[in-house]
């Protein structure tokens, strides 16, 4: 039976690597598939992995009804066999409606990879709607690392280093990379504590103090 997978983990863990994987793997023996995107890291109509691998895809505009493109595309002698969305963390609800309409009426496996909360350890929409949804949730296995060597758990978007837990949801970025606005993954602890890889140097480690009551 066809289905809904939603493919999740922090930053840094992974997706974008086996989505082209799953792309590979079913290209390799003859199926075609429909790769969906939304403002990967290498620009517009790109799905890439840090790992410098990158396939051309289709963008997803602000009210693209999915579904009727999947129907478009078949209805004018094009082929799917399957479908990825990639950064499915910024599509819309109901565009994960309509990724859902497509398994269902279309037959269709679709392969959505995504973060499920963002920086302020939120869920995105998107994210939201697909654990809602889905037929499979798949937490990735390849752990992303804190700074502190812990397993990373939550997304950080950082500004000259130092974490930010305030302004829109989507900025588009990088983990570890050079500009002002970057991301970082943490665990939940120095997440909670906004200790990032450069403010570590200057906080303390120590557990927080507990608060004591004077009789």
Known sequence: MPEL????????????TLALQIEHNRSARGLAGMIFTRDDRAGEGKLSSRLGLVTDAVEVEDGQ????YLVD???QGGRADYVIADEAQFLAPEQIDQLARVVDDLGLDVYAFGITTDFRSKLFPGSQRLVELADRIEVLQVEALCWCGARATHNART????MVVEGAQVVVGD???S????YEVLCRRHHRRRMTAATSGSAAL????LPVSQS
């Open 175 to 177: 983990v570890n990379q």
């Open 5 to 16: 997978v939603f493919f999740s983990g922090t930053m840094d863990c992974g997706k974008s």
């Open 159 to 162: 500004i000259g280093g130092a």
């Open 179 to 182: 500009d002002d606005i970057g």
């Open 206 to 209: 120590s557990p927080d103090v």
């Open 65 to 68: 009804d999915l579904y009727a």
């Open 73 to 75: 595309h078949l209805s």
